[in-house]
């Protein structure tokens, strides 16, 4: 995205050409993603409804857009991944406008739940990616927790030198967020 | 300063520096040349049988068949990957991970299914449930065997002492000719004191191995619900003193990653709960050791989990002291599914 301000900062979400390409600013596209129903936690057979929009982008730049509930591992291991749900979106004419809001509604399944283990984890999350003209992709994605592990269920290990404390959980679950490059 | 085009692309841990674009391009490139070279072998191998048998003799027998199958195995890999390479380029890997999994429970259904399709993630407990136990309704399965260790450690030590024993031979019959030769001499010397070491090493594996007698574990009820208390059984026969005898249920991650060009695995135990302890047992062969106990599932513990790089696994770990032996240790894989969600 190309904007025709021409600003001495840059604002947030905004990058700058390479040099030698004038002084026009790159605006990244917003993703945001809202989970409705705020709470520290989700448990198994419970419904998650989560609403997304893209923003600051042409129309007429979108090819597509994907949302997933999905989960994956994040520890020494390479990461897999598990989908729940997904749903891509594509414009059927020129005429569709993608800025609007989606929502999207799934019931969680039972298994596998957050977990924070030591060389193992698992985190869970919507994750929402879009495509653009020219084969740009980017992503945003917003953790949550199923059912996840107390602090009763620490592995042992609690030595004289201790372990690593559980990382704090998910506390804000609606967020706005500039878009990583997939 | 930064080049526009890399020819070589780079590995940075699971990411790597160069173009999907041209590696999706390179990889169909090479599955188009496997079609392309099966067709034509497929379409030669169909003329020559079609031209005249008086110039261009036909292929009869298992030759024929060979050729026909190698043909139209480069056909169907070539065409398969075509296929792949073109689904997943522009792929999410979302989108992908959804085709593969929609792929393998349309592929596996039933028994050969990695997981239930009501608890995603969880490994199937079909392994453990198919023995049936003596005194409770399963038996678990020892984890691991030294069985198949010790078979390729005997034909390996049977190679090894063949070979030296010819050697032997050699150096014998050219000290009998008059006309040693002192480097094989020595040669045969180290390789044949080698095999010794190694014949001694494997009898006092074997000896280990054999001579424990068998531990067997059987349970009241699987796969395991959290909180739950269950009937477990530990059985140990031999003639042996056993010094301790003890049972834990133990839950260990396990992490496979690629480090540069090798793959590693990786495994940690992250809890260990004591279940059943004893001291100075006789073990006899018309009394074998045999003891009930009660076993707590834990409620607040994480389920078993299995993806292909990441594993969560629960086993009772058998750990033991007899007299005249090195301590022992034996596994018994378990199945923990997660708790049921809360009553609204």
Redesign the interface.
Known sequence: MFSSAAVSELAPGELSLPRGRGRALVMEPLISIHIRGHRPEF????EIECQYQIDAVDPADIQAI?A?V??H?D??????????Y?E?RTPRSPDDDFRQQFTLKTIL?????T?D????K?RWCV?V?L?LRR?K?L?YELPFQL?P??V??R???EGPNGRHDRTSGVTDVSDVSQAQH? | MSRSFRFVGKKRG?RRTGSP?AAGVGEAFFYGVLVAVGSAGLGLLIVWELLPHAIFPLLTGWAFWLLLAVMAALVVIGAVGVLLTVLEV?A????R??FR?RAAQFELVGDNAPSPR?????PRDVDLTNSPGVKLAYRLPAASSPAWGLALATILGLVWNAVGVALAYMVINEYRSGHPQWFLTLFALAYVGLGAWGMVYFLRELRNATGMGPTSMEVSDLPLEPGRNYEICLMQRGRHQIRSLEVSLV?E??????QGTHVRT?R?????QPVFCCQDVAVRPETPFEHRCVLAA?S????S?Q??????RWKLVVQGEAEGWPPFERCFPLLLY?NS??EN
């Open positions: 448990h198994p057979g419970e994907e997933s999905l989960w591992t520890g020494k291991g390479d990461v897999d991944l598990g989908i729940h997904f891509r399944p039972k298994s596998p739940r977990y283990g030591e060389i193992v698992i994750r990616r495509f084969g992709e992503f059912a592990l107390r009763g269920a592995p042992k290990a997939g | 699971a674009m522009g999410s890997q979302e989108r991970a959804m999994q009501e608890f995603p993630g969880v839950c991650e396990e992490a496979i990653f690629h990786e940690r135990e992250v809890r260990r834990p607040d513990a994480m389920h989990f993806s292909p790089h990441n594993a969560i997660p969600p809360p």
